[in-house]
Antibody
Framework: EVQLLESGGDLVQPGGSLRLSCEASGFTFNDYAMTWVRQAPGKGLEWVST????????YYGDSVNGRFIISRDNSKNTVYLQMSSLRAEDTAVYYC????????????????WGQGTLVTVSS | AILLTQSPSSVTASVGDSVTITCRASQIIHRSLAWYQQKAGKGPKVLIYDASSLERGVPSRFSGRGSGTNFTLTISSLQPGDFATYFCQQYNSYPPITFGQGTRLEIK
């Protein structure tokens, strides 16, 4: 069974930093691009960042570009999101998800999704 | 970025009814559209990709149609587990990929 388990969410002050982790199991991790998507309380979904299977290609949404860094450790089947200069508007549940298609960054649908980890930015 | 507008924002229906949700793109996206279902407190689940292809394991009462800028998701013979929020997502032009704002399907 394919599983994604996020961790690392916490309460952090504005301007602070946080690292999220997503541990994957049940599939050949390095064959798939991985993506972070966030959802502010009561709001819709916002794409945050995507990394290719090898880690050689990375993509960021405009609202996080320059502040967040996505990375992966294929030996640990884990993808990370290093978040810095956090703002109140970064408050959200952060989901980790996997590209449906193997061997390429397609973003042609994501499946499955983890249960999410809550990041709260507040003083 | 391509804007996706879903309508309605919420809809109320009964078990056994059929409902249709619309997703309109601000630019032509061909058939590069996916639909997701999200239940409270959970991550989304993909239902449809390429506008009309059913994801493996998804019941056939879910169907998608459309191309260009106008798309629909139809759920026929609603079941209790279908009451959830539905999102569309485009992947024709990225980054960024974008999502619709969601349609909440509530039980009458």
């Amino acid at each position: 069974e394919v599983q994604l388990l996020e961790s690392g969410g916490d309460l952090v002050q504005p301007g602070g930093s946080l690292r999220l982790s997503c541990e994957a199991s049940g599939f050949t991790f390095n064959d798939y691009a991985m993506t972070w998507v966030r959802q502010a309380p009561g709001k819709g979904l916002e794409w945050v960042s995507t990394i290719s299977g090898s880690g050689g290609s990375k993509y960021y949404g405009d609202s996080v570009n320059g502040r967040f860094i996505i990375s992966r450790d294929n030996s640990k089947n884990t993808v990370y999101l290093q978040m810095s200069s956090l703002r109140a508007e970064d408050t959200a549940v952060y989901y980790c998800t996997k590209d449906r298609i193997r061997y390429a960054v397609t973003m042609m649908g994501f499946d499955p999704w983890g249960q999410g980890t809550l990041v709260t930015v507040s003083s | 970025a391509i804007l996706l507008t879903q309508s309605p924002s919420s809809v109320t229906a009964s078990v056994g009814d059929s409902v249709t949700i619309t997703c309109r793109a601000s630019q032509i996206i061909h058939r590069s559209l996916a639909w997701y279902q999200q239940k409270a407190g959970k991550g989304p689940k993909v239902l449809i990709y390429d506008a009309s292809s059913l994801e493996r394991g998804v019941p056939s009462r879910f169907s998608g149609r459309g191309s260009g800028t106008n798309f629909t998701l139809t759920i026929s013979s609603l079941q209790p587990g279908d009451f959830a929020t539905y999102f569309c997502q485009q992947y024709n032009s990225y980054p960024p990929i974008t999502f619709g704002q969601g349609t909440r399907l509530e039980i009458k």
